[in-house]
């Protein structure tokens, strides 16, 4: 178990990785690093669509949000793109 969670946590970070280095691309359309900008600023800042005194739906925002922003701005990168840097990121030594 402990084995999956770090064999996890490292393709977690390699992806962030990837997303980094598609956001500093310059091939990365601009619409696209809006989104992946926009999902990365409202899982940082603290501002939440549903106040976080409610208990349970204080994370239903996160969990709806978040994921389409992120899959609106990998939508709109191309394909070539992400593989690409997915390549350079693999290459890396851990």
Same mark, same amino acid.
């Given at each position: 178990? %402990?084995e /999956? &969670? /770090?064999? &996890? #946590? ?5 992806e962030v #990785?990837?997303?980094?280095?598609? %956001?500093?691309? /310059?091939?990365?359309p601009?619409?696209?690093? $809006? $989104? %992946? #900008? &926009? ?13 976080? $005194? ?10 709806i949000?978040?994921?389409?922003l992120?899959? &609106? ?11 690409k ?10």
């Open positions: 178990m %402990l /999956k &969670l /770090k064999t &996890l #946590g490292k393709q977690v970070k390699k #990785g990837v997303y980094q280095a598609v %956001l500093k691309d /310059k091939e990365t601009k619409l696209a690093k $809006f $989104f %992946l #900008g &926009l999902a990365i600023a409202y899982a940082l800042f603290p501002i939440d669509l549903i106040p976080d $005194f409610i208990p349970i739906l204080r994370y239903l925002d996160d969990a949000i978040l994921p389409i992120f899959l &609106l701005a990998i939508k709109f990168i191309p394909k070539n793109i992400i593989e840097h997915r390549k350079q990121i693999n290459e890396l030594p851990e």
